[in-house]
Every structure is written in C-alpha cells, then in structure tokens.
C-alpha cells in the first residue's frame, strides 16, 4: 500500500513540473519588446508566433498603449495566415471596442478584405 501510494505521489509531483517547452520566455518582458518581437515575427511571416506575442501583450497590457495596436495587428496576422474567421472575429472585436478610434476604418477595411 505505501508503494502505491508513493508511486501515486511521484506520478502527481512529476505531472506539476515545468517542462523546458512550457516556460514562458516571455516573462516580465516590457509591453514594447512584446510589441517590436510580435511585429518582427509578423514581418518575417511567423503569423503564428506573432498572433500569440500580440495576445501576450493584449493580456499582459490591456490598457497600455500597444494593447489597441495589437488588436489591429492580431486581426492582420490571421488575415495574413489565411484564417479568414478568425480575422474577421478580431476585427468585430476591435469595432465593438473602440468604434471611435482614428483606425477603426482600418478594421472596417481589414474585414472587407478577409471577407472577399
């Protein structure tokens, strides 16, 4: 009984772990070196990366002042990725937020776009 349970105890402390992968190398970076890696990521086509940089920053930094850019960007990255959906949901998403901000014609027409 004491080795199964031992064995049970062992198996539960192993499964909380950090594996290597799941450490997130982006802790306690700025809201700017979130913005300038993500944009980087986006202009070296690496859509994927770049989505989940700008929603890092989004999280992290929600009423920063990259937090509205990034929103924009999201929607362009999937956009770019050919996830047409997914872009036109962040596009609504930022219209729906901020319907008076100077690039909400932007949104208006990234979703046109991701539409067509």
Known sequence: ???ILAALLLALLAGCSLLPDQIDETKGWS???LYNTA?????EANYTKAIE???KLEARYPYGPYAQ???LEVAYA???DNEAVSAIAAC???IKLHPNHVHVDYAYYLKGLANF
């Open 1 to 3: 009984m004491k080795r």
């Open 31 to 33: 809201a700017s070196k």
């Open 39 to 43: 944009k980087g990521e986006l202009q």
């Open 53 to 55: 940089l700008f929603e």
């Open 69 to 71: 850019q990034a929103q």
């Open 78 to 80: 999937y956009y770019k």
């Open 92 to 94: 609504d998403r930022f």
